[in-house]
């Protein structure tokens, strides 16, 4: 980008370097031959230039990853104060010096080389990637008051030393950004005079007077964290939360990278950038919650530990921003490059538009501040057409690119002002490349991280000296998640800016600011997106088991009461499947969306239709009862339907509305009419009140028959009414008989009579045989073959010829 300018001016600068270094490469070829080196230098510089420019050319034949400093004299600068000295200011280098060769030193000691003002960037890139020593580039060791004898030094001994200088011994010249260094000369057995036998150099950015248009400066301070709630909650009454692990106290804690975030932040000049899962995550902490345990199931929790740090990080940070602007980044900071490459099928945009919503309202809920929702930041600033479009259509007008990605091909001689217009009324806000990875290394140890600040400072100081009388503006997005020393090393960077050659602005205002015509604005197409980016990506297959796990708590959340109790804790978690943070680590990730889904097929299996077995149904109508239980602790509703697969052997009624209490089941009666007998299969579903289906139907066999438990009611009455009409008929012969017998007595005593003149015909046996009031008459007439009535009992005499008595 924009280091044409380091062209500028600079075509004698770079002839006289040429010359130099061919005369330090001409002075080394009698040494690189196996020429005699002189037998006794009596002049210090000779030797000791002599040397270096040896070691220089023979580094310089080697490929930058071929060299190495594992057997040389190393140097670490671990402080430089001040960061960017003014006049009148004393500049003091703190140092460690290690002797990593087999060799003794004799006769060491310590000193600054101040070389001449770099011409522009990629001068400073070139000068911190060299090696050896070079006296025309590293400049000669200024004078033995400002050494330091370290006098012998072992192999493997280090030893730690102080410079201090006046700038104004330094010769600076205008202002610009100069390369210092910190050198050790001493003498060897091999080559016994003196020398320089390391280096370790750094920048020095050099203004005397504030600049007449200062750069502009946009930094970035990003609270982010990985995902840590689950959407598991108890079943009590205050829901309380279920973490997968409890490792954000730490990040919480003094000390900790987010307590340092936000230590460090409240007193710099920064935006803050913020994921509000991160704060909803918090805030949940400060209330009750539980922890899994990794090897335990899904009971097995133990109660969180972090609820005080937790309150008092939000405490720190509410006050943190007040006052400041804030940036929200959509719910659980999606993966919007993911999404645009391999999402977009499975309906994974769908979640962009409400996770900007919720962060919205996430923040305003926890901090009290009300956040700018219009900015999207992709995975390290990369973007092509199609991650621009799905960031857009999430509600973002200002997209959050970087240098590298959105190159400049217009031939600028200076870095751009940081807005572009990309069309559809949206701004790219162009990152500087440079500025935002300066403290992606190690910065845990002195060294590193007092490099990267001088190498910041210098860096960001040349944007200015590129074209000093344009104002422009200077966007830095660092890493999303730094390190504690990372965070550090941030804040010293942020905190050396004098303001002679910068000052800030806020991110709202840099995406306002007015473009530069000669800019680039074109994005880059989908090939030019790093290929190393799009690896990490989440795959097509994550984004299909995402839908699906939404499309199954669509169809859950129909049936609820409480809906809230689900909807809110697995959308969350939905999002957060699609988090940034699972950049290279895929495992973890599928481990996440696995038990999402796990958890909330498990939840929807605790409404069910009850199984049934076969039964038998008589009769051409009846009920079949079916069962609806719910194991959740809410109500539900759905519509219960039961079908017959043979409608012209068996009918139901309509499907019937199911409500159920939680805890609770419910048993629903289906009329039935039977029009043949035979088995039936029937079917029970259950189905959303929208009328998707819901949960796994239930199967059973019904036998039909006619005859039921009535007609054969019906039929046994009707043959105990047989059997007792038959007892009745048989008493009543019995009866007729016993009348019969008597009958005859009394007509073998009449005889006489009836000679006589008495006979027994008369009008009153007449009358006595056919009375009509007689039961015996009434009830059964007298049959010619009933025998005639017994009257034995009543006659002394015996029984005549022809008699049947009955006993």
Wanted: proline share 6%; aromatic share 4%; net charge neutral.
């Amino acid at each position: 980008m924009a280091d044409a300018a380091d062209l500028r001016g600079n075509t004698s600068a770079r002839a006289r370097r040429w010359l130099r270094r061919t005369a330090a490469f001409l002075a080394a070829v009698p040494v690189l031959a196996g020429g005699t080196l002189p037998a006794a230098p009596t002049a210090h510089a000779a030797p000791a230039e002599h040397a270096a420019r040896t070691a220089l050319t023979a580094s310089a034949a080697l490929p930058e990853s071929k060299v190495t400093r594992s057997r040389s004299v190393d140097i670490a600068i671990t402080s430089m104060t001040p960061t960017a000295p003014g006049r009148g200011d004393t500049l003091t280098i703190n140092a460690t010096v290690t002797n990593g060769t087999k060799t003794a030193i004799a006769a060491a000691h310590t000193g600054i080389h101040v070389g001449p003002a770099l011409s522009g960037r990629n001068a400073i890139d070139s000068a911190a990637r060299r090696t050896g020593f070079s006296q025309a580039l590293d400049g000669s060791e200024i004078g033995d008051k400002y050494t330091k004898k370290i006098g012998a030094l072992a192999p493997g001994a280090s030893r730690d030393f102080s410079l201090s200088i006046p700038v104004d011994k330094l010769n600076l010249g205008q202002d610009g950004v100069y390369q210092i260094g910190v050198s050790l000369s001493g003498q060897t057995r091999d080559r016994p005079w003196p020398q320089v036998l390391g280096i370790q150099r750094t920048f020095l950015p050099w203004q005397t007077s504030p600049a007449e248009k200062k750069s502009r400066l946009t930094y970035l301070w990003p609270l982010i964290s990985t995902t840590h709630m689950t959407p598991r909650t108890d079943n009590d009454e205050d829901r309380t939360r279920i973490f997968r692990d409890d490792s954000l106290v730490k990040e919480l804690s003094p000390g900790g990278r987010l307590q340092q975030m936000v230590t460090l932040g409240k007193s710099l000049p920064i935006t803050w950038v913020i994921d509000p899962d991160l704060l909803a995550t918090v805030d949940a902490m400060t209330k009750a919650y539980e922890v899994e345990n990794p090897k335990g199931g899904e009971g097995d929790t133990t109660p969180g530990r972090g609820q005080a740090v937790a309150k008092q990080w939000l405490n720190d940070l509410q006050k943190a921003v007040q006052d400041q602007q804030v940036v929200a980044l959509p719910f659980a900071d999606p993966d919007l490059a993911s999404v645009a490459h391999r999402g977009k099928n499975y309906g994974a945009l769908g979640h962009l538009q409400d996770a900007t919503e919720l962060a919205s309202l996430t923040v305003q809920t926890v901090l009290g501040v009300k956040p700018r929702t219009d900015f999207a930041w992709p995975a390290e600033g990369a973007i092509d057409s199609s991650v621009v479009d799905v960031a857009t259509s999430a509600g973002a007008h200002n997209v959050i690119t970087r240098s590298d990605s959105l190159r400049e091909t217009g031939g600028l001689s200076y870095t751009p002002t940081a807005a572009r217009q990309i069309g559809g009324g949206n701004t790219a806000v162009v990152a500087d490349a440079r500025l935002s990875t300066a403290f992606t290394g190690d910065m845990s140890t002195a060294q590193n991280s007092t490099l990267a600040i001088q190498r910041f400072l210098a860096q960001s100081q040349m944007i200015n000296l590129q074209a000093p009388d344009k104002q422009r503006s200077v966007v830095v997005a660092p890493q999303r998640m730094p390190t504690t020393s990372q965070a550090q090393a941030m804040a010293a960077a942020l905190k050396g800016l004098s303001g002679r050659w910068s000052e800030p602005l806020g991110l709202g205002q840099a995406a306002k600011a007015k473009p530069d015509p000669s800019a680039t604005q074109r994005l880059p197409g989908a090939r030019a997106y790093p290929r190393a980016l799009r690896k990490q990506e989440l795959p097509a297959p994550a984004f299909k088991e995402i839908q699906d796990t939404q499309a199954t708590l669509d169809r859950f959340e129909r049936i609820l009461s409480a809906k809230y109790r689900v909807v809110t804790p697995f959308g969350n978690a939905i999002t957060r499947d699609m988090s940034n943070s699972w950049r290279g680590e895929a495992r973890r990730a599928a481990g996440f969306r696995h038990d999402v889904a796990s958890y909330l097929s498990g939840l929807t299996k605790k409404v069910r239709l009850v199984p049934k077995s076969d039964m038998t149904l008589s009769g051409r109508s009846a009920t079949i009862p079916v069962t609806v239980q719910n194991n959740l602790v809410q109500g539900v509703e759905l519509r219960l339907v039961l079908r017959s697969q043979q409608g012209n052997r068996l009918e139901i009624s309509d499907s019937q509305v199911v409500t159920v209490e939680g805890g609770h089941s419910q048993s629903v009666k289906f009329g039935t009419t039977a029009n043949a007998n035979g088995p039936v299969r029937v079917v029970a579903q259950l189905y959303t009140p929208d009328g998707q289906r819901y949960g796994k139907e239930v199967e059973f066999k019904v036998n039909v028959t006619e005859i039921t438990s009535t007609v054969i009611l019906v039929i046994a009455g009707g043959v105990l009414l047989l059997v007792l009409a038959g007892i009745r008929i048989y008493v009543q012969r019995k009866r007729s008989a016993a009348e019969g017998d008597d009958e005859g007595d009394d007509e073998g005593d009449s005889e006489p009579d009836a000679e006589n003149g008495e006979g027994g015909e008369g009008p009153e046996a007449e009358s006595a045989e056919t009375d009509p009031c007689d039961p015996a008459h009434a009830l059964v007439p007298e049959q010619p073959s009933d025998p005639a009535p017994d009257t034995g009992s009543q006659s002394a005499g015996p029984s005549g010829s022809g008699e049947k008595v009955e006993h």
